[in-house]
């Protein structure tokens, strides 16, 4: 499939730096361009910076070589559940379908019935991008997160409740998708999580910490009498947890479809969970549930490197742009002499990504948003990648880090909007599944923060345990509008979808359009950094899977740059620090799932930082 040698590949345009300044500045041996852009960024909130997701260990995984197919996913019985429906002779959407109702159960931190997801599905002959994301209700407004005195709430305040609690759209795409693409009945994807539901599953080391961890959760009536004891403590690892609330309301949704979740009862449980919250109502409403439609998108392809063609989300998602944006900036600078030191990459290399990400994220903040509320630039969302913009971008880059990156302008508009300041996302799962047919899917699923609003609905069954809601609309700009008034792109607005950074990826070979590789990652904003991670690790610098995975996790998000910590070769650190970046040493917790075409069939990856397994023949 490719070379396991870096690539040493040239920019297409030469940057304004010559590459031997560049490489003596990387080195350290280079002034700044100037005094005042040398200085530190300012620190940034703590709350942004934080680990996107809890750090619970990090077991090594081997990866699976398989034949003809595979799923991958964060949990074993979940990628189990996959595997029987593809067995069955359900496809790839099936399992998919079947996995992430597992998930609902086994992962309840991170999705379920009561949140989002996007899907990108290869059926073998076409490519579609399903957009089941999450809606603000019909009542919201842009002040939605301004307290009496006009000042945004803390994120802390945001989160638990009702407030922030939007229309769940998950189970109403993967219907509509199913629809048209499923293979097996409706039904039979949903018997693997309904038998577990019943009979229970063994509380994992992950789900056990994360639990024990959270203050919150156990202020949910619900959530304290299913998670936690009589005494409130976390039920211990290897506790039989069954929960025949969910049993119930999922074989529900497989005898009526999505029609189940969001309109009768369990709708009904839903508002009344979210407006009667007592510290933080919202203003979710039945009406909000029945009118829920998915979306079917333009899937976004890029070609990069000449031989691939990456395809990804667009807008409300803003991961595939931002990915690609980054990676393209890189294809026009010279590139580092070594990218690659003991297996990790170098401080040389990690400056050019780390101000290239920035440029990306800065045209991120300034422009995307739900493309049915906010134009794109230039009259189209490709303008963010188009070669000449990127090159003209990539000018800006030199041997120092940047003090603040601008937004760039890819067309001659004027900017009428301000850009979004800097916010914590979390949260989320993706699912990767190949099939014996030549179909895949990337799916990305999310309830937003670790066990979102924290508010859990048992579908007005009154029986034990049941599902959280999401807490999505903390994806929004909290701030409207600038101090001049110029509104932010990503503000509250009624029946709006959230910008997301879910990045479900399918990578195809430009020369014979055959499919190489689907991937995706939880994370927050940081899945943009993982998965481009992934893709420069296995398609440019030639890992596989696994390894690339395996490499030690970055991020930034226009300010400091975090390095995972203990993951990094002495003295990368400082030698960022000397080129001007403000370094911050964190758990950055990714869930990568990745499956790569090879030439005995497939090879699949998981994040040895989660529960992640491949399973497959």
């Known amino acids: 499939m490719r070379s396991k040698e870096p690539a040493r590949r040239c920019g297409v345009l030469a ?107 290869w059926d073998g002959r076409a490519l579609s991008a399903w957009d089941g994301r999450e809606t603000a209700p019909a009542a919201a407004d842009e002040r939605l997160f301004l307290g009496a005195d006009g000042k945004p709430m803390s994120m802390a305040q945001a989160i638990v409740g009702g407030r922030a609690v939007g229309v769940p759209g998950a189970v109403r795409m993967l219907e509509a998708a199913h629809r048209v693409h499923g293979r097996l009945p409706w039904a039979r994807l949903f018997e693997p999580a309904i038998e577990l539901a019943q009979g229970g599953f063994a509380v994992g080391a992950r789900l056990h910490a994360l639990l024990a961890a959270d203050a919150r959760l156990p202020l949910d009536p619900i959530a304290r009498r299913y998670f936690y004891d009589a005494n409130g403590a976390a039920w211990p690892v290897g506790h039989r947890l069954k929960n025949p609330a969910l049993a119930e309301i999922l074989r529900a949704i497989a005898a009526r479809g999505a029609d189940a ?12 969970r979210v407006r009667s919250h007592a510290a933080n109502p919202g203003r979710l409403a039945a009406s909000d549930l ?28 803003s991961g595939q742009l931002t990915i690609m944006q980054t990676l393209g900036l890189l294809e026009h600078l010279p590139p580092p002499a070594r990218p690659l030191d003991d297996g990790v990459p170098t401080a040389q290399w990690l400056h050019l990504y780390t101000e290239a990400a920035r440029l990306a994220f800065a045209d991120r903040d300034q422009y995307i948003a739900d493309p049915e509320y906010v134009a794109a630039p230039a009259g189209h969302w490709r303008s963010l990648v188009d070669g000449a913009y990127l090159a003209r971008r990539a000018a800006l880059i030199g041997p120092t880090a940047m003090m603040s990156a601008p937004a760039g302008r890819p067309g001659a508009q004027p900017l009428t ?30 309830i937003e923060a670790g066990f979102g609003s924290h508010v859990m609905s048992d579908g007005g069954t009154g029986r034990s345990g049941g599902f959280l809601l999401n807490n999505e609309l903390t994806d929004f700009s909290f701030l409207p509008a600038d101090a001049s008034g110029r509104p932010v ?70 300010g400091a740059l975090l390095l995972e910590r203990g993951r990094f070769v002495p003295g990368t650190a400082d030698a960022l620090r000397a080129l001007g970046h403000e370094v911050l040493e964190r758990d950055l917790t990714s869930g990568l799932q990745a499956i790569e075409r090879t030439p005995d069939g497939w090879f699949g990856g998981a994040d040895p930082r989660r529960e992640g397994v491949v399973v497959g023949d």
């Not at 909130?45 to 964060?74: C, F, I, L």
């Not at 439609?293 to 990804?312: D, K, M, T």
């Not at 301000?418 to 899917?441: F, K, L, N, W, Y």
């Open 15 to 121: 940057s304004r730096l010559c590459a031997g300044a560049l490489a003596l500045a990387l080195s350290g041996g280079c002034a700044s361009r100037n005094a005042a852009e040398s200085a530190p960024p300012s620190e940034a909130p703590q709350d942004v910076v934080a680990p996107p997701e809890g750090a619970t260990g990090y077991e090594a995984k081997p990866g699976w070589p398989v034949r003809s197919m595979a799923v991958a996913a964060a949990h074993p019985l979940a990628a189990g559940a996959g595997y029987r429906i593809l067995a069955a002779g359900g496809n790839a959407l099936d399992a998919a379908i079947a996995v992430q109702m597992v998930l609902a159960l086994v992962e309840p931190q991170s999705s379920g019935l009561g949140g989002g997801a996007l899907l990108l599905l």
């Open 290 to 317: 029945a009118a829920y439609r998915a979306q079917r998108r333009e899937p976004v392809c890029v070609a990069w490197l000449v031989r691939y063609r990456v395809c990804g989300f667009g807008p409300p998602s």
């Open 261 to 272: 979740l969001l309109r009768g009862r369990v709708a009904a449980d839903i508002v009344a």
């Open 489 to 558: 792109a990503n503000r509250v607005q009624p029946g709006k979808r959230p910008r997301s950074s879910m990045s479900p990826t399918l990578v195809f070979d430009a020369r014979d359009a055959r499919l190489l590789m689907t991937l995706g990652s939880p994370g927050g904003a940081a899945i943009i950094h993982f998965v481009a991670k992934t893709l420069v690790g296995t398609l440019q610098w030639g890992l596989d899977a696994q390894r690339a995975i395996d490499l030690p996790n970055f991020a930034t998000f226009g």
């Open 417 to 446: 909007q301000a850009p979004m300041a800097t916010q914590i996302e979390r949260g989320t799962s993706h699912v990767s599944v190949v099939d014996a047919q030549g179909g895949a899917v990337a799916l990305t699923t999310t």
